[in-house]
């Protein structure tokens, strides 16, 4: 870690100490998704274990109700987490010198160098890439140690919010940079283990043809709901579904060479109408899984992965508080609470899902990008999560992926990826700024994930803005 990064963190901490020992009351304000709700509660539990008084709420984005409300509310102090980039003057001007903001998003070169106070803690203000190199809930766990060492128990979920912002980018899925070292404690105190294995959830749980079906990592079309297809696409390669007493045998009962078959046989289908989709998939579907060791083995949260989804479906289906919860510990009510969220949330994405691709006109592709219209059938909430999981699809290998759904107040959201194996160029996030705001719009992200929104009458402007922009990137490739 930089000499600078640590001197920050512990300004920063002192900064926090400060506020609660005053007797402060502190309110967390977060984002919804999981990355966010990791942060968030890690910031909880740092503070509950200090014996502050503090309260957490998770919401869609930072915007000017969003300060509205927590000028109105009168707090004692603020910490925003995952969210605030580009709010640092609207927030001095609200609520004074009343909070801090911890994220990892790009934030501009005048927003770092106005930071007088150092309010804001960003990886991007000691050159570390917020985008790859460590989440919102990584930052938040590094704040949360620094202020005392036995919160490295926390760790483990900040590995799962790496995971959940798909910062496992390295060589077949690896970490790199502050993530690989939280995830380096995070081993040291037994708390997560790290095997090369096929990347489907439920290894311990589940056959491999409901692995296949229902894990969201990947979406193949064909294969992904559809348990009978990958039943008989498995049964048809010749493996073993079942042991010599009839029992369905799960995942983790298979040897090494039984799984490279069943790899070969996914990529044998999705291979038969593209040769080189079939390599990518190869090279996808096998590399490291983080297991929270700590988990009950049939539980959903054993798996990095999934727990990143049930947290991210807690959030986008309005139960923000139920991820947070499950993340400050809660197994009782809050798992159970969580599992019938995943499935409602899975049932949307899967309607979603399949109307997009049967109602052929909502896609538009020439090859580069991909523009999704989801008007009329995908909900504000559900855009990011419907857009992440199109961009894991085979289908739209190397594309930019931009989509759309007009919102009930009558603006447009977006939410755009980098999809599979993409060599754009193009910062994403550079993008939605910038265009969305030329037209009255907001908007921001990372370089491979980024979302805005605009005033219905823009649409036209914006996607020319956006199509010339990701073909010949002019703005995405200054500076954030
Ligand atoms: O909503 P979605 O999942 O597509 O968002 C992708 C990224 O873009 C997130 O990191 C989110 O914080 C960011 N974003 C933003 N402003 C918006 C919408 C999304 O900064 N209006």
């Known amino acids: 870690m930089s000499d600078r990064l640590t001197d920050a963190l512990k300004h920063f901490c002192e900064k926090l100490r400060t ?25 909880a539990m740092a503070l509950r274990r200090m014996g502050a008084r503090y309260s957490v709420r998770a919401v869609s984005d930072m915007n000017s109700s969003v300060v509205e409300n927590m000028k109105a509310d009168g707090r004692d102090f603020y910490v925003i987490t995952d969210l605030g980039g580009g709010w640092a003057s609207n927030l001095r001007k609200a609520l004074d010198n009343k909070w801090v903001i911890i994220d990892h998003h790009e934030i501009t070169e005048e927003e770092i160098l106005t930071d007088d106070e150092a309010q804001i803690l960003n990886p991007w203000k000691f050159g570390i890439d917020g985008g790859r190199e460590v989440s919102a809930g990584g930052m938040a766990y590094m704040v949360a140690s620094t202020l005392d060492l036995k919160n490295r ?23 790199f940079g502050l993530n690989a070292e939280i995830l380096k404690t995070a081993q040291s105190l037994g708390l997560v283990s790290v095997d090369i294995d096929i990347i489907l959830a439920g290894r311990e749980t589940r056959t491999p043809h409901e692995a296949l079906a229902y894990t969201l990592f990947h979406y193949i079309d064909g294969l992904t709901w559809n348990s ?23 995942l983790a009962e298979f040897s090494q060479e039984e799984k490279s078959a069943i790899v070969e046989a996914v990529a044998k289908f999705v291979g038969s109408s593209d040769k080189r989709l079939s390599e990518i998939l190869l090279d996808d579907l096998i590399g490291y899984v983080y297991t929270l060791a700590k988990e009950d083995k049939r539980s959903l949260l054993r798996d990095a992965r999934e727990f990143s989804t049930m947290l991210n479906a807690c959030g986008r289906i309005g139960r923000a508080g139920v991820g947070i919860a499950l993340c400050m510990g809660d197994r009782n009510t809050a798992l159970s609470t969580g599992e019938e969220i995943m499935s409602t949330y899975k049932m949307t994405l899967r309607n979603n899902i399949s109307t997009i691709f049967s109602e052929k006109w909502r896609l538009a592709d020439d090859g580069k990008t991909t523009f999704v219209n989801g008007d009329g059938i995908l909900e504000e909430a559900m855009l990011g999560a419907v857009s992440s999981l199109l961009s894991r699809s085979p289908s739209f290998r190397g594309r930019v992926l931009f989509v759309r ?40 992200g990372h370089s491979a994930a980024a979302g805005c929104s605009i005033p219905s009458s823009a649409l036209e402007d914006f996607i020319a803005g956006i199509k010339e922009e990701t073909n010949d990137p002019k703005i995405a490739r200054e500076t954030a």
């Open 153 to 175: 128990d926390l760790s483990a979920i900040a590995v799962v919010s790496a995971v959940a912002d798909r910062q496992d980018q390295g060589d077949k899925r690896s970490f």
């Open 228 to 250: 009978e297809a990958c039943y008989l696409l498995l049964k048809n390669a010749g493996i073993k579904l079942k042991d010599n007493g009839g029992r369905w045998r799960v």
């Open 405 to 444: 759904t007009l919102t009930k107040d009558g603006t447009y959201k977006f939410s755009s990826r980098k999809c599979l194996h993409c060599k754009s160029q193009a910062n994403l996030g550079v993008i939605m700024r910038q265009c969305s705001k030329a037209l009255n719009g907001a908007g921001g």
């Open 19 to 43: 506020s609660v020992e005053g007797g402060n009351e502190v309110s967390i304000i977060t984002h919804l998704d999981a990355d966010g709700i990791i942060a968030g509660s890690i910031m």
